[in-house]
C-alpha cells in the first residue's frame, strides 16, 4: 500500500464535479499522494459496501467532495468515515467546497472539520489539500500543524499558512508553556509570514514575543536573540525605519561576531547592506555586500549558492549606481552558479533570470530581457503552477517589456495575470499587489 493513500468521495451526477475532480486527483498524485476512488478501485461485481469499507481501512484520510448533489453511495462513505474516526482518531475527514455551493451546504455531521473552498480554482487549495496530507517526513506520522503551515509557506500560500501556526503556537503553549523557546520558533514563523502579507503591526509583535520568550530563557547573547533582532530590523526597514532597522542589525551582529558564528556574521553584514542601500548610502551597501561575498567565498567556496545571492545583491547596488555591464555580469555569474549546482529548471535559476532581465532591459536590450522573463516564466510555471506570487512577478515584467516593445495586449494579458495571482497569494491590498494594478492602468 502507498505510504500516502486518500479516499475520495465524490458524486459522479454532475460533469462540472468530476472535472473537477480529475484536476483534483491530477495535482495530489503528482505531489505523491495517492487517491482511491471508487470507480476505478472496486472490481467488476464486487459488494460496493464491502469495498468501500475495505477502501476506508487502506486510507489515512478522506476528501469528500461538497457540490450541488451528492448520492446515496457518498452518504454512506461519509458515514463510514465518520465511524473510523471513532476508532482511530488521526483518521482525517477533509470537506472540499466545490461552485455552486455554500458552507452551511455541508453535511451536519461535518461542519465542525475544517473545509477547503474549490469554488474559486483549485491551485492554491490543491496546495493546501496536499500539505494537510502528506506525512511528517521525520516521523511518519500526520503532519503537524507547524509542518503544515511550512509546507503552505513554501508553496506560495502565505496567507493560508497562519491558521495551522496559530493552531501550533496553541499546542506548543499548552504542551511547553507560553514561555518556551518552541513557541519562539513559531512565533517567528508566524511573524515571517505576516511581514510578507505586510501586516507589519502583526509581524512586530510577535518577534517581539519570541525575542522576551528567548532572553528569559538564554539571556542577550545567543544566536536566538540575532535572529529575532534580525526580524525586527526586517520589519522596520519595511515601515521605513531604517536607522532604526541599521541599529538593530548592528546589535544582532555584534552578538554572532562575540559568539563567532561567522556564517550568520555574514548574512547580517548583506542585510545591512540592504539597509544603507535603501537609505541612498550606496557606497558603504556596496562595501558590505563585497564584505559578505568574502567572508562567504572562505567559508563556502566559490559555487555555493549563497554565492549567488551575494553576487545577487551586489549586482544590484551597482545597477543602482549606474554600473550597469559589471552588474550584468555579476548577474550572469549567479545565473551559472545557480543553473550548475540546482538544475536549469529550479525557481531559484528563474529568479536569476528575472533579474538578469531587469538589467538587460535598463541597457536597452528589449528582446535580450524578454527571452530572461519568458525563460524564468516557464520555470515558475512548472514548479509552482499558477497563483504564486513569483510566477507573478515573472508576469508582471514581461508586462513591463512587452510595453516597451509595444505590444499593449501582451502586456495587458501579463499584468491581468500577475494581478490574479498577487490577489490569490498575496491579497488585494498588498503593495505588489497594488503595483501590478497601477501597471495595467497605465496602459
Not at 400 to 416: F, I, P, T
Request: glycine share 6%; hydrophobic share 40%.
Amino acid at each position: 500500500m502507498p505510504d500516502q493513500l486518500v479516499f475520495l468521495s465524490h458524486t459522479s451526477r454532475d460533469l462540472e464535479s468530476r472535472d473537477i475532480r480529475d484536476k483534483l486527483v491530477d495535482r495530489l498524485e503528482s505531489a505523491g499522494v495517492d487517491v482511491w476512488i471508487d470507480e476505478e478501485s472496486i472490481v467488476p461485481g464486487e459488494d460496493f459496501a464491502e469495498a468501500i469499507k475495505k477502501g476506508l481501512e487502506k486510507t489515512k484520510a478522506m476528501i469528500l467532495m461538497v457540490g450541488p448533489r451528492d448520492s446515496p453511495w457518498q452518504r454512506l462513505e461519509m458515514q463510514r468515515a465518520l465511524e473510523r474516526t471513532i476508532k482511530d482518531p488521526q483518521y482525517r475527514i477533509i470537506p472540499v467546497l466545490l461552485p455552486g455551493v455554500t458552507p452551511d451546504q455541508v453535511p451536519l455531521a461535518l461542519r465542525e472539520y475544517a473545509w477547503i473552498d474549490l469554488r474559486n480554482g483549485i491551485d492554491n487549495a490543491a496546495n493546501r489539500l496536499v500539505a494537510s496530507l502528506t506525512d511528517n517526513p521525520r516521523t511518519g506520522a500526520p503532519a503537524d500543524d507547524e509542518t503544515i503551515g511550512d509546507r503552505l509557506r513554501l508553496s506560495g500560500d502565505p496567507r493560508a499558512a497562519l491558521p495551522p501556526y496559530e493552531k501550533a503556537l496553541a499546542v506548543n503553549a499548552a504542551k511547553y508553556g507560553e514561555k518556551h523557546p518552541k513557541v519562539a520558533a513559531v512565533l517567528r514563523k508566524a511573524g515571517s509570514v505576516q511581514l510578507e502579507l505586510g501586516d507589519l503591526s502583526s509581524a512586530q509583535r510577535n518577534f517581539e514575543l519570541a525575542l522576551a520568550i528567548d532572553v528569559a530563557a538564554f539571556g542577550n547573547h545567543h544566536p536566538a536573540i540575532a535572529t529575532d533582532l534580525s526580524n525586527l530590523a526586517s520589519v522596520a526597514q519595511e515601515a521605513g525605519q531604517l536607522a532604526k532597522a541599521r541599529e538593530l542589525l548592528e546589535r544582532a551582529l555584534s552578538i554572532n561576531e562575540e559568539i563567532g558564528n561567522v556564517a550568520e556574521s555574514a548574512t547580517l553584514i548583506n542585510n545591512l547592506g540592504g539597509v544603507l542601500e535603501m537609505s541612498g548610502d550606496l557606497n558603504r551597501a556596496r562595501e558590505c555586500y563585497e564584505r559578505a561575498l568574502a567572508l562567504d567565498r572562505e567559508i563556502l567556496g566559490p559555487d555555493n549558492p549563497t554565492i549567488s545571492i551575494r553576487l545577487n545583491n551586489l549586482a544590484g547596488v551597482l545597477m543602482s549606481m549606474g554600473n550597469l555591464p559589471e552588474a550584468r555580469h555579476l548577474y550572469e555569474q549567479a545565473l551559472a552558479i545557480d543553473t550548475q549546482v540546482l538544475g536549469s529548471q529550479h525557481p531559484t535559476v528563474a529568479t536569476r533570470l528575472n533579474n538578469l532581465g531587469t538589467v538587460l532591459q535598463a541597457m536597452g536590450d528589449l528582446e535580450g530581457a524578454k527571452s530572461a522573463y519568458e525563460k524564468a516564466l516557464v520555470i515558475f510555471q512548472q514548479v509552482y503552477g499558477p497563483g504564486h506570487p513569483q510566477l507573478a512577478a515573472s508576469q508582471n515584467n514581461l508586462g513591463n517589456v512587452l510595453r516597451s516593445l509595444g505590444d499593449k495586449d501582451g502586456a495587458r494579458k501579463h499584468y491581468q495575470a500577475a494581478i490574479k495571482a498577487l490577489e490569490s497569494s498575496l491579497g488585494p491590498e498588498h503593495s505588489l499587489t497594488k503595483t501590478a494594478m497601477e501597471n495595467l492602468a497605465s496602459l
